[in-house]
């Protein structure tokens, strides 16, 4: 459980920090010394983020489901510990378990090996009492180990109703959360199709649960092709379920994160600068309730100017030089303006003072 929260986590800030350290290494790699790096801002650096960040992520799923094949196969199942196949009858169960406690029975240990060795004949022993038992078999193979702690249940029919009970209840809690997640604006891109999921995804187990043999695509397709290349062991339907959920949820996380990078912005076509017309809009009303505010803070200052023509008119020869002062003369174009107005008239000047020279 622990395991899962963690690598739920690090969705939320692992493949924002990855992309951030593999655009520098990238960029370190592939920019010679001396060239210019993109600017953060820029139009290729935040195409470069895009396309590193989507990588990103879809390297992260499959990590996640590498992650979860894994530690379904480091918890095994009682086919594994007993060293039989899927389909073994029960007199060759029976024969493999006799094997095995001449091999692992507390009475032929001692020492600190003895309290291992017991651990190991006690698991060989339930997964013996489970695989030869019909109905606890049937359930195991559909709902796993967890069928151990249904101790009210007997028959075929107690194990799936009470297993078709447990999944309704998760999948209703499930969906009840995405629901509210999407009331609160989370978990937007792809809504109809987060759904779709979920009712195929129950569908399916609760389809799973009430065969009486394994799925045709896990006999058929999937386990064949893992046992001729030796990938794993073939999976068991409650295996096969468990991982499903896991790459359900992973894949709807991912596609929370993917959506928005893939679809660009939602409405309105971004200008030039990426600024789209509903944010011009909005700038534009910002800029004139600002403007609206400084005309009214303004005629509150000027107030007691307003009775008084002779001050009124002192005011705004008084604005106007200081405008002129500061704001004009202290433009860099002005001045260059008139520097070079003051370059022309010099040899002018130059030119009228000799003349009047020679004359006197």
């Not at 929260?5 to 969705?11: D, F, I, N, P, Q």
């Not at 559909?142 to 078709?164: E, S």
């Not at 290349?229 to 596609?255: E, N």
């Amino acid at each position: 459980m622990a395991n899962d929260l963690l690598s739920l986590a690090g969705w939320y800030f692992l493949p924002n920090l990855v992309t951030g350290y593999l655009q520098t290494a990238l960029y370190a790699v592939f920019i010679r010394a001396g060239d210019p790096k993109p600017a953060p801002g820029s139009v290729r650096f935040v195409k470069d983020r895009r396309r590193i960040l989507i990588f990103v992520i879809l390297a992260y799923l499959l990590y996640t489901i590498y992650e979860a094949d894994y530690q379904l196969q480091q918890a095994g199942d009682f086919y594994s510990l007993l060293g039989v196949q899927h389909d073994v009858e029960e007199r060759a169960i029976q024969s493999k378990f006799r094997r095995l406690t001449v091999q692992y029975h507390p009475d032929k240990a001692s020492g600190s090996d003895k309290a291992v060795v017991e651990a190991i004949y006690v698991q060989l022993k339930l997964a013996r009492d489970t695989l030869v038992d019909p109905a606890k078999r049937f359930a195991y193979d559909r709902f796993g180990p967890g069928i151990l702690q249904w101790r009210q249940c007997k028959a075929i029919r107690d194990y799936v109703f009470h297993g078709i009970q447990n999944t309704s209840i998760y999948y209703g809690g499930s969906g009840g959360v995405l629901v509210l997640l999407g009331l609160l604006g989370y978990f937007q891109q792809g809504k109809f199709w987060r759904y779709l999921v979920m009712a195929s995804m129950y569908v399916i187990e609760v389809h799973t649960m009430m065969r009486p043999d394994f799925p045709m695509a896990l006999t058929s397709i999937i386990n064949p092709v893992l046992v001729s290349t030796g990938m794993r062991r073939a999976y068991l339907p409650y295996q096969m379920l468990t991982l499903l959920r896991k790459l359900a949820v992973t894949f709807f996380i991912a596609m929370s994160q993917l959506g928005p990078i893939l679809k660009g912005p939602q409405t309105g076509e971004a200008s030039a600068d990426g600024i789209s017309p509903q944010q011009l809009e909005k700038l534009d009303v910002l800029a004139r309730a600002t403007d609206q505010e400084i005309n009214r803070l303004m005629g509150l200052e000027l107030m007691p100017y307003m009775s008084d023509e002779g001050t009124k008119k002192d005011l705004r020869s008084s604005l106007k030089e200081w405008l002129m002062q500061n704001t004009i003369r202290n433009d860099p174009e002005v001045k260059a303006a008139i520097g070079a107005v003051l370059e022309r008239r010099r040899p002018e000047g130059q030119i009228g003072q000799q003349g009047t020279d020679s004359v006197s």
